[in-house]
């Protein structure tokens, strides 16, 4: 049988393992091209460094974990930093859970437009909530990458702090370094908990599971509904990522906002936000 067709076939679905929404987030990364949002994700998923640069048109991935006996689905959205289908930009904010906004610290351009996404972040989901923009509540971080090269810094601290506020229960900052990997783990803790996540979804708290093990996990999620490695125990967290994963239609994403969003009479105001 060949390697993919064996993946796909051990890898388990969204539907057999029937998790529930509340257990199921949207991770977008956005920012300018070329400051590292995709070098991010592959440290998160795989733990390694891809120093070729590819420009992302758009990038979707999906991860599976078993934390403390219950099952979660993490989506991971790569967006282009070219964004040429504006719509497509502001559907991925409404569908986003939590984000990472990205810099370069020596490109200037790359930190005015993580200005622009942030008030464009807040000003959507504001739209979606009936809220205002001081009172939406979205885990949100500000990363200024490349903190590993010896350049000449064009954005300093002052700014950033005032573009990042003075609540970190609502937006944080990190320098880090994707090539280095460098304050990623500490990233996405701070992330995570923003996002009322369990910490475990960090990548340096679970355990990955490889291919070897991933037909053990498939017989036992069809079995139990759950994930669990091979001799494991509901308290074990462990991640796997999804091979061949998909970017759900418009018509789903549309669902899952849906779905997301508090209160029944919301839903036409918000699909009014993503075509306005």
Known sequence: MKLTAMIKKMCPSNSELSIPAKNCYRLVILGSSKVGKTAIVSRFL????????APTVEDFHRKFYSIRGEVYQLDILDT??????????????????????????????????VQRLKRQ????????????????????VICGNKGDRDFYREVELPEIEQLVGDDPQRCAY???SAKKNSSLDQMFR??????????????DLHRKVSVQDCEVLHKKALRRGKLLPAGGHPGDALGIVAPFARRPSVHSD?????????????????????IS
């Not at 701070?190 to 990548?203: C, R």
């Not at 549309?254 to 993503?274: I, N």
């Open 80 to 113: 282009s930093g070219n964004h040429p289908f504006p719509a497509m930009r502001r559907l991925s904010i409404l569908t986003g859970d939590a984000f990472i906004l990205v810099f370069s610290l020596d490109n200037r351009d790359s930190f005015e437009e």
């Open 121 to 140: 972040i807040l000003d959507t989901k504001s739209c979606l909530k009936n809220k205002t923009k001081e009172n939406v509540d979205v885990p949100l």
């Open 190 to 203: 701070a992330l995570f908990a923003m996002a009322k996540l369990p910490s475990e979804m960090s990548p």
């Open 254 to 274: 549309l669902r899952y906002v849906r779905e997301k969003a508090r209160g029944g009479g919301q839903a036409r105001d918000k699909e009014r936000c993503v």
């Open 46 to 53: 795989t733990g390694r460094f891809e120093d070729a640069y």
């Open 174 to 176: 990190f320098e880090i």
